[in-house]
Every structure is written in C-alpha cells, then in structure tokens.
C-alpha cells in the first residue's frame, strides 16, 4: 500500500527571512546593553567624583547675590581643605548646617531619599535643606564685629573691604554683633546681606552662629551654570 505523502514541514529558522530577523535583532541588541552599561559606568564614574573631588551645587536662593544667583550651579572643591588646608577669609563654602543653621532633615523613604541624594550630587535637583553656600568672614580666633563709625564690618579691629561682593544698596550689617570666633569654627555671611540667613541669626544656637569647619563640604572655587556666568568666583585679598 502506498503510503500517504505529507507536506514537507518548512523549518522556518533556516530560511533567509528568519536569519534575516535573528541578525537584525541581534545588532539591534548588542548596541543597547553596550549603551546601557557605558550609561551605567558613566553614572558611577561621575558619583565618584563627586564624591570625592568637584561636588556641582544648585544655588537655592538669593542670599548670595550678587556673586551667585538662583538656579546657579557652583563646582565645590572638596579637595581644597583635604591636605591640611582650612577655610580663609572670603572663601565662598558649600556647608552642612545640621545642628547649627538647620535641623536634621526627616527623611522621605529610602527611595525618594537616594533619588534627592543623587538629583543633589549632579547639581540637578537642591539638597536636603541643610546645606549652605556663604562666604567665611572670620575664622578661628578672629574678632568679628558690626559696625565701626561707616558702618563696617570689622575683623580684629580692622574694617573689611566688600564693594567687591556685596549686594548694590546693601549695608554690610543692619544686625549689630560683636564676637570671637571658637578655634575650628567659622563665621560666615551671605553676600546679599538683607536677604540671608547666616550666622547673624543664629547667635543663639550651638555654637553662636558659628559653623564647624568639619562641617564644610567644599570651596565654591567655579561656576560652572548657566553658560553665560561660567568662570571663577575668585576670593578678596583681604585677610589672606
């Protein structure tokens, strides 16, 4: 008896169409998760250094005007203290002011938290609330006072020149003081003086309204946004 012939049966994976699909996937693939993984090196890369070396910061507020504006982004240096190095007057710091400007931040979760936290390390998003730029008027052992007869700010009796830095119209203090600043502390102000919140406000917290030099994160050495005001923020001569 004869038997019954079927059909071939097509094997579809040997066909020129199919090979055609497989290496068209595949080169779109093999792209995809190089990029991914370039992306992903990158995105380390770039927390690193900012963990260790150039930190970019979002400028919250307007407390630091003329100099730096909202919406700024400043380079921090967090290599200019590690050396044995310290603040000096003038510089313009980036700072944590937990338990002295600020309470401890509550947290949001651990993944809102790690997503600020990296917005914060890419200068992409502001910080948790408890970091500050200002600028160091006197460091350990420094008298700082306001005001002498023309209304300046003085350190160890001698005035300070800040035409340079400070606000148009702005007196250099509508808040008298007068103190010696702790050894290992810093006083520090905004250049915008009628419009921030520093360490003239803060005379009755721990430490006097002045800020550990521990709890600075890095020297304002550059500003790196928006395009226009790229360069240097450069320091006073005075006090050096």
């Known amino acids: 008896m004869d038997t019954e012939r079927r059909p071939e049966e097509r094997d579809d994976s040997s066909s020129p169409e199919s090979g055609r699909e497989g290496t068209s996937r595949s080169s779109f693939v093999r792209p995809l998760r190089w990029g991914l993984a370039l992306a992903a090196g990158c995105t380390v890369v770039g927390l690193l250094i900012s963990a260790f070396v150039v930190q970019p910061f979002l400028v919250p507020s307007s407390s630091m005007e003329p100099v730096l504006q909202p919406g700024d982004r400043v380079l921090v240096n967090k290599l200019a203290y590690a050396f044995g190095d310290e603040p000096k007057r003038g510089d313009v710091v980036v700072f944590d002011g937990t338990g002295t400007f600020a309470a401890a931040a509550g947290g949001g979760g651990p993944v809102p938290d790690l997503l600020r936290e990296a917005g914060a390390a890419t200068g992409l998003a502001e910080s948790d609330g408890t970091d500050y730029v200002k600028r160091v008027i006197g460091v350990g052992g420094d008298r700082v006072a306001c005001c002498d007869a023309r209304g300046r700010v003085t350190v160890n009796g001698e005035p300070l020149d800040e035409r340079a830095y400070l606000y148009p119209g702005d007196a250099p203090s509508l808040v008298e003081f007068d103190v010696i600043v ?39 050495d550059w500003r790196g946004w928006p395009p226009d005001r790229v360069g240097s923020l450069g320091r006073p001569t005075y006090g050096g």
Do not use: N, Y
């Open 182 to 220: 702790p050894p290992d502390r810093l006083w520090v102000m905004g250049d915008h003086r009628s419009d921030s919140r520093d360490s003239r406000d803060h005379l009755g917290s721990p430490g006097g309204g002045t800020v550990s030099v521990d709890k600075v994160i890095g020297r304002a």
